[in-house]
């Protein structure tokens, strides 16, 4: 089973629909969480943070939930710039911080 | 703001010839990260960094990798003798760690090619 496991997709869906990503992790001790979205031959770049209660940032939203290792991203109001993969990322590990394990990425597609 | 720099952009070497790759990250920052990226395996860590100490290098391939980051400032990943399975996107993160990690920010990469 891999750390970081991510549907790889890819999910085809029309400007203006709500679409959501699932993440599951295998460490139950990791403490950090991000979301990261990587454009086709650009370095991925982070797109928010997920925290304990769950987080917002404009049309995007993203949850956690420690007790089931899982960890969401919901985009509302996909536009065309939303194309991309998205990456689930969780660390793993304590010593000095841990490292940043990567999931293997959703693929978004978003059409006209 | 200057970002984490690496170059070269674009290598393209043959079979057996050494590599190295550079990177200087982001001023400030006391972490930093390799990792190499194709499209069978995704994003993999290759070694990471705290305040210039190698902390974790169970990710490097084989003992044709090694990485040094001589000071704060810069780090350089070594293949030798390079193969046509290390060609992928090798990218450079760094961050400024105080107790919980904090998300990376990427260089733009460098883009290995081994005929």
């Known amino acids: 089973r891999k750390e970081v496991e991510q549907d790889p997709g890819p999910f085809n869906v029309p400007e203006g629909a709500t679409v959501a990503f699932n993440c599951t992790y295998s460490?139950?001790?990791?403490?950090?969480f991000f979301w990261y979205r990587q454009d086709c031959r650009k370095e991925p770049k982070l797109l928010m943070s997920?925290?304990?209660s769950g987080n917002e940032d404009g049309r995007f939203t993203a949850q956690l939930n420690r007790a089931s290792q899982y960890i969401s991203l919901l985009i509302r109001d996909s536009k065309l710039s939303d194309s991309a993969t998205y990456l689930c990322?969780?660390?793993?590990?304590?010593?000095?911080?841990?490292?940043?394990?990567f999931g293997q990425g959703t693929e978004l597609s978003v059409k006209p | 703001d200057a970002g984490v720099i690496q170059s070269p952009r674009h290598e393209v070497t043959e079979m057996g010839q050494e590599v190295t790759l550079r990177c200087k990250p982001i001023?400030?920052?006391?972490?930093l990260f390799w990792y190499r990226q194709t499209m069978m395996r995704g994003l993999e860590l290759l070694i990471y960094f705290n305040n210039n100490v190698p902390i974790d290098d169970s990710g490097m391939p084989e003992d044709r990798f090694s990485a040094k980051m001589p000071n704060a400032s810069f780090s350089t990943l070594k293949i030798q003798p390079s193969e046509p399975r290390d060609s992928a996107v090798y990218f450079c993160a760094s961050s400024l760690f105080q107790g919980v990690r904090p998300p990376l920010h990427f260089g733009n990469g460098t883009r290995l090619t081994v005929t």
């Open positions: 460490n139950s001790a990791s403490q950090s």
């Open positions: 997920v925290y304990s």
């Open positions: 001023s400030g920052h006391n972490s």
């Open positions: 990322v969780v660390n793993r590990g304590s010593n000095q911080g841990g490292k940043l394990i």
